[in-house]
């Protein structure tokens, strides 16, 4: 099982078809419209992302974007036998938005099933016909993508991704500072080949809680793209205008207490001046974790992106990089108002 794709559901698609072009150099690879929906297809390496917007008030997207901000509508996952697939999620509690329909153009073959919340998942099976993109670009996949659910519901919802879509459960954290809290379990699908962490709020003015009551409901959080080279990435990405999260110069300072820092002079410099998070094993100090994320894309304080980059195949989640995250999201929690200082 791999992430195929990811579908957005967007006021106007064509402008973010644009930003995505012109601040992450994703490429246009396909636009299409009917009479209630517009769509645009783009692409950046192995991630393809579909733009959404509505026509009228009969898209589908409409009646979303009556319920929920833009966002993340449905994730699309390609797996080896649709028909068995599909089968199995309805037999473990997924209501089946569509049969399995095949594609003549393409020979692909897919259905979908409702997921968590308004997230839907469509299940695909890739036909014979395949196109090559470019592979001149900045991602060399989706890393992870992290689903926020009410409180209580982090038990449900990783039985639900159990029974219906064979997932594990792996890393769980549990993050307090002094002001907010939030609960983490880490699911990855049979083959290891998709990490889903699943968020619920552990206090009342979590930044999960934040994002709950701006996205009316359960949502997806963030998308990580995975790249390999950070430092560059992230210099070009801000020359183009993207904002991130902004890092103290004082994580940088307790960072070089820790022992073992696996990283020269030179480059720990060059990634403090990014504000990238840096995380490693004592175990297997060079086995990096170097993330950053950006402000959030839309108008409301929900989704954003994670850029991350795995040294010697670093495995999971730092937690010290998940805390550090927390804590960014809390300061501009701060600013917003949304959470008060003490």
């Known amino acids: 099982m791999k992430i195929d794709r990811v579908c957005f559901y967007v006021e106007n698609a064509q402008a973010s078809r644009n930003w995505f072009i012109n601040q992450l150099g994703f490429q246009l ?20 992302f579909v733009l959404s917007s509505p026509r009228t008030i009969a898209s589908p997207v409409a009646k979303f974007l009556s319920q929920h901000p833009p966002g993340v509508a449905d994730i699309t996952f390609s797996v ?32 979908k099933i409702s997921a968590w919340g ?28 992290v689903l926020n659910v009410d409180g209580g ?48 709020p552990a206090s009342a003015n979590s930044q999960i809680q934040e994002f709950l009551d701006a996205n009316k409901g359960a949502g997806i959080q963030h998308i990580a793209l995975e790249t390999a080279n950070i430092i ?9 205008g993207v904002a991130f999260l902004p890092v103290p110069p004082s ?6 207490q820790r022992p073992g820092l696996p990283l020269s002079v030179a480059e720990l410099t060059e990634i403090a001046e990014q504000e990238i998070l840096v995380d490693w094993q004592p175990t297997i100090p060079q086995a990096l974790l170097l993330q950053t994320f950006t402000q959030p894309i839309f108008s409301q304080p929900t989704f954003f992106l994670e850029i991350i980059e795995r040294r010697q195949q670093a495995r999971g989640f730092g937690e010290g990089n998940f805390r550090a995250l927390f804590e960014a999201i809390e300061r501009e929690q701060l600013k ?7």
Not at 118 to 145: A, M, N, P, W
């Open 153 to 200: 519901d982090l038990e449900p919802a990783v039985a639900w991704y159990q029974e219906t879509l064979g997932f594990e459960a792996k890393q769980a954290f549990k993050i307090q500072t002094e002001r907010s809290a939030l609960h983490s379990q880490v699911m990855v699908s049979p083959d290891r080949q998709v990490q889903f962490p699943i968020n619920q």
């Open 29 to 48: 690879i396909a636009s299409s419209a009917n009479l209630h929906t517009c769509t645009e297809v783009v692409n950046n390496g192995a991630v393809c």
């Open 80 to 111: 080896d036998d649709v028909e068995e697939a599909i089968a199995k999620a309805s037999f473990g509690g997924a209501k089946v938005l569509e049969t399995v329909q095949i594609d003549s153009k393409s020979g692909n073959k897919w259905g």
């Open 251 to 256: 994580y940088y300072q307790q960072l070089q």
């Open 118 to 145: 308004s997230l839907t998942h469509t299940l695909v099976e890739k036909g014979q016909k395949r196109v090559i993109y470019s592979t001149l670009s900045s991602f060399t996949g989706i890393d992870h993508v």
């Open 232 to 240: 560059s990435a992230v210099s070009q990405f801000r020359r183009c």
């Open 336 to 342: 917003r108002g949304s959470l008060l200082d003490r």
